[in-house]
């Protein structure tokens, strides 16, 4: 395999193509140790120890750092590496080494969302914004299991109660502008029309 190209990405970084493709970046002081050069010869035991060893361990550091601060999903993580220039095998091996000692979790993830977003926002929402995040439904599924278990999970008939007294609405003293405007705005939440219909009184 022959180094086609060295594009610099920062002062310290750059980015190596290996025949024609874009394989991996590298510090610039490393690439120096190594002897890598546009149109020289990289060898498979050089290509291997970058890929297996170099690049594996600064991902999985690269994660372990990240979730110091607070959570990712498996999605948000591989994004975060994507953006590094990591190469798939590497980011794959990362998330598999950092979920194995529990470090991501999905479903816990999804549970801790629920249990914030849940006295603000309606179901369809929340699903919404976790599947946005890479989250699967069934993960999003077992994660409500978890809450409803656990007795996390707010009526959305009581959630909806809550919101019109933020609003400081009243259905006996409003008119139907102000009925329907109150309708969109928790349509806008997700919440069910009929739901809805009954909380604000548009239809009596």
């Not at 190209?5 to 394989?23: G, P, W």
């Not at 994660?63 to 220039?85: E, I, P």
């Amino acid at each position: 395999m022959t180094v086609t190209d060295i594009v610099e990405l920062s002062k310290t970084r750059s980015r190596i193509f290996v025949d024609n493709e874009a394989a991996f970046v590298l510090y610039k002081s490393e690439i120096g140790k190594m002897n890598i050069k546009k149109d020289k010869e990289l060898s498979e035991e050089s290509f291997c120890h970058i890929m297996e060893e170099l690049l594996v361990k600064r991902a999985r550091l690269r994660c372990l750092n990240l979730l110091k601060s607070r959570d990712y999903t498996k999605h948000q993580l591989a994004g975060k590496l994507k953006q590094g220039f990591y190469p798939e095998t590497v980011i794959e091996n990362a998330l598999e080494y950092t979920a194995s000692y529990g470090y991501i979790d999905d479903v816990r993830y999804a549970a801790a969302f629920i249990k914030y977003a849940g006295s603000t926002k309606s179901k369809r929402q929340i699903v919404n914004e976790l599947l946005k995040k890479g989250v699967s439904k069934q993960d999003i599924e077992n994660a409500y299991v978890q809450c409803e278990e656990n007795h996390f999970l707010m009526d959305e008939e009581e959630l909806i109660r809550k919101l019109l007294e933020k609003k400081h609405y009243h259905k006996n003293d409003s008119t139907l502008e102000e009925r329907r405007k109150i309708a969109a705005f928790l349509y806008r939440k997700g919440f069910s029309s009929d739901k809805i219909n009954k909380a604000v009184g548009l239809y009596e």
